[in-house]
């Protein structure tokens, strides 16, 4: 016969059981916290759980956004900030309704494009393939040339007059452009002035990348479709304007900082 137990001795061997139970269900859990396992006890029970930034694309949420018309059109959707001085014509004879308007690193304006010939005289662009053809543009080559209509993207700014002034705005020949037709979005540099008070060319090169038709008599557009986004400041001057692999990168890199501050 089994010696008879005191109360006292029956609570502990009681007490012992629980304790050994407890300790055998914390080790079988799926949230096992093993010796030197630094997690707390809420990241053992989420051990999927994602970084705080993880979901925002970096720290601060920033995401890096690819430069193209669909990214950078609502930037351009209101001008809280215009620069000139007040309106300028898309071309002549037409009404002065062209406000230019000022972004973080860029300006910008909305306008038709007629297409320029003026430049260096080649089978494409010359006296008998346009009667206002011109021979010299006022920005050059890296040889000291006028510029290529055919084959350098340039656009036209109005040349300095009391309504804008490109080069107190922050622009010079060489600032590099994109521009925006049709879902298309080209790069180009600004390369020639037009008349003071109109706002609204650029080269035979930048109506052919934009899909529009290139004759500099009969193409072009005769509304204000064309969203032209030149960007400002010296960084943003490329140093031969005929170089379009150099021109695309800057400008690219100059629409990448536009959308990354997104005004």
């Known amino acids: 016969m089994a010696a008879l137990q ?22 079988c859990s799926s949230g096992h916290l093993s010796v030197g396992d630094n997690r707390s006890v809420q990241d053992a029970a989420t051990p999927d759980a994602m970084p705080p930034d993880a979901a925002s694309g970096g720290a601060g949420g920033e995401t890096n956004l690819e430069p193209s018309a669909s990214t950078l059109l ?5 001008c809280t900030t215009q620069v000139s001085q ?10 002065a309704d062209v406000p230019v308007c000022a972004l973080s690193n860029a300006l910008f304006w909305k306008s038709e494009l007629a297409v320029d010939c003026d430049g260096k005289q080649t089978t494409t662009c010359n006296s008998k393939k346009d009667p206002q053809y011109q021979n010299s543009t006022v920005g050059k080559d890296s040889a ?21 002034d490109y080069a107190a705005a922050g622009l ?31 080269s035979v090169a930048l109506a052919t990348r934009l899909g ?16 032209y986004i030149a960007f400002t400041g010296a960084g943003n001057v490329v140093g031969a304007l005929e170089d379009d692999a150099a021109t695309t990168a800057l400008a690219k890199a100059a629409a990448q900082a536009l959308l990354k501050t997104g005004h």
């Not at 007040?86 to 009404?95: C, I, K, S, V, Y």
């Not at 000291?144 to 804008?164: H, I, Q, R, W």
């Not at 080209?186 to 109109?198: I, L, N, R, S, W």
């Open 86 to 95: 007040g309106l300028l014509a898309p071309r002549p004879g037409h009404a």
């Open 172 to 202: 010079s020949m060489g600032s590099v452009v994109a521009v925006i037709y049709n879902g298309q979005l080209a790069y180009g540099v600004v390369g020639h002035e037009q008349d003071a008070g109109q706002i609204g060319a650029g």
């Open 212 to 227: 529009i038709d290139p004759n500099p008599v009969t193409g072009g557009l005769e509304a204000e479709v064309v969203s």
């Open 144 to 164: 000291g040339n006028s510029l290529d209509a055919s084959v350098v993207a340039y656009v036209e700014v109005p040349v300095k007059n009391a309504v804008f």
């Open 6 to 27: 005191s109360p006292s001795a029956r609570f502990a061997r009681v007490l012992r059981g629980a304790l050994g139970f407890s300790l055998f269900a914390v080790g």
């Open 74 to 78: 609502p930037l351009l959707a209101a």
